[in-house]
């Protein structure tokens, strides 16, 4: 199984970056996904999640800034990353939860990540 990341990149504190992750369109519509990130030297941390049936969870040091959305059409999950703090700062990975049916499934897929990297 295949999720890959686009769309890190290096920007001002202040400006924004649309993260992508590409999957099977099934995966898409029908598990639960997430991103999460991991900064230099912290634990990795989920940012956002959108379950089967589209609701969705923030942490709230994103929330208001970020939104989570995926797109059947373009096979993609994505994160649109506003706001962006230095904090922000980390590599983001994209994931799915292991078992599809389960609100409550861990997540047991992951992406290769992408960096983002925020300077004041």
């Known amino acids: 199984e295949e999720l890959v990341e686009s769309g890190g990149g290096s920007v001002q504190a202040g400006g924004s970056l649309e993260l992508a992750c590409r999957a099977d369109?099934?995966?898409?519509?029908?598990?639960?996904m997430g991103w999460f990130r991991q900064a230099p030297g912290k634990e990795r941390e989920l940012v956002s999640s959108i379950n089967k049936d589209g609701t969705t969870n923030y942490a709230d040091f994103v929330k208001g800034r970020f939104t989570i959305s995926r797109d059947a059409a373009r096979s993609s999950l994505f994160l649109q990353m506003n706001e962006l703090k230095t904090e922000d700062t980390a590599m983001y990975y994209c994931a799915r939860r292991r078992y599809c049916s389960l609100r409550d499934s861990d997540f047991g897929y992951w992406g290769q990540g992408t960096r983002v990297t925020v300077s004041s």
């Open positions: 369109v099934i995966i898409i519509t029908r598990c639960g």
